[in-house]
């Protein structure tokens, strides 16, 4: 009966139950907080993605993701350098071609003096200690706006792997320190591996986007690269399905077979169950893509008052941590570099 709860209530001994373990203790001041804490977040786990144009001296605005801006080669320069001055270890670079340049096999992923390498030459000349990770894909330059060459309503695996494998040369011999490689085709890995080999680039990297999931995610970035009017059908013969993630560990057991030095999750916070399940089972530097859809709902949402950004974004970026990750490819690169070098990370 109530008067025999409410009497209950009244004469509970608290350290009883507690058994003397309060977890409380060391979460009541600053001092104690910080020396407990388990994760950091700090510059040195920010790659900055950016996208890069044809032209000199332009920088504009990316509808579907305020803040963003595609770059010209000089202009990405400058980012360069002030990424650098941020002590942002790392850039990944993407390109946005002239439509009338991309074709039925993205053919201009293989010419040696394309935009993206056109774009790491300049990067790496006048940057020399920023490392620049290339994605490697065809998409930026298929007319259809999918990661490999489509034939007969298909894309087909092996051939697209040799494409992609050639253009990781070119990758490499315009100064990329990473391949990255992320159409998710089948074989991906040890093709670049032995292709980039035999070119004599023994020291480049592959970060292989080991498991990237059929998500709703990329919208924004498809406007920022031109593709989302070209691409016909969806991805979901490639990549993977966002249910299955038995699946997406037995991808990346082959990818680190096949030579992959580092692995990526794609996209980052619904996926942080693959993050920390790629970490326990491998132990390879492993990192999370955040993507264009994740950075621009932060960016909504805080635009209309509804929360506040910089701190979703802290918590989001150390989230990753938490799960596992070794670093985070993120749009909010440098604003939060920014926030962390004032003692906010
Ligand atoms: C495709 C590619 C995608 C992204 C980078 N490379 C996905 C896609 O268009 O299907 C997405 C990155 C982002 O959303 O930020 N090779």
């Not at 909010?332 to 962390?340: G, V, Y």
């Amino acid at each position: 009966n109530t008067e025999a709860g409410l009497a209950a209530a009244a004469a509970v001994n608290v350290d009883e139950i507690t058994a003397r373990r309060r977890m409380r203790r060391s979460r009541g001041a600053d001092w104690s907080r910080r020396l407990v804490r388990e994760t950091r977040l700090t510059v040195d786990d920010l790659i900055w993605p950016i996208f890069i144009v044809p032209g000199t001296n332009i920088s504009e605005p990316i509808s579907a993701m305020p803040g963003v801006n595609r770059l010209s080669v000089d202009r990405a320069v400058e980012a360069a350098r002030m990424a650098a001055d941020l002590g942002i270890p790392a850039l990944a670079t993407f390109p946005n071609v002239e439509l009338e340049r991309r074709d039925q096999t993205g053919s201009l992923a293989l010419e040696a003096d394309n935009l993206i390498n056109q774009a790491t030459r300049a990067i790496k000349q006048a940057v020399p200690d920023i490392g620049v990770i290339t994605d490697v894909a065809l998409d930026p330059f298929t007319d259809h706006g999918h990661d490999g060459i489509l034939r007969d309503g298909e894309i087909v695996n092996d051939e697209t792997v040799r494409a992609i494998a050639a253009a990781a040369v070119h990758q490499a011999d315009a100064g990329s320190d990473i391949i990255a490689p992320s159409d998710m085709m089948d074989g991906r890995i040890g093709a670049i591996r032995q292709a980039l080999d035999a070119a004599g680039h023994q020291n480049v990297a592959i970060m292989s986007y080991a498991t990237k999931f059929a998500s709703a995610c990329y919208g924004p970035y498809r406007e920022a690269i031109n593709t989302s009017g070209l691409l016909k059908g969806d991805k979901r013969s490639y990549y993977l399905d966002p249910s299955n993630a038995m699946e997406a560990v037995r991808d990346a057991a082959l990818d680190v077979e096949e030579g992959a030095d580092m692995l990526m999750v794609k996209p980052g916070l619904p996926y942080l169950d693959i993050c920390r399940a790629l970490k326990d089972n491998f132990g390879l530097p492993t990192f999370a893509y955040q993507v264009s859809g994740e950075y621009s709902m932060v960016k909504a949402a805080d635009a209309a008052g509804y929360i506040d950004g910089e701190r979703i974004m802290l918590e989001t970026l150390l989230a990753f941590k938490r799960a596992g990750c070794d670093g985070i490819l993120t749009y909010f690169a440098p604003e939060a570099a920014r926030l962390i070098a004032k003692g906010l990370g």
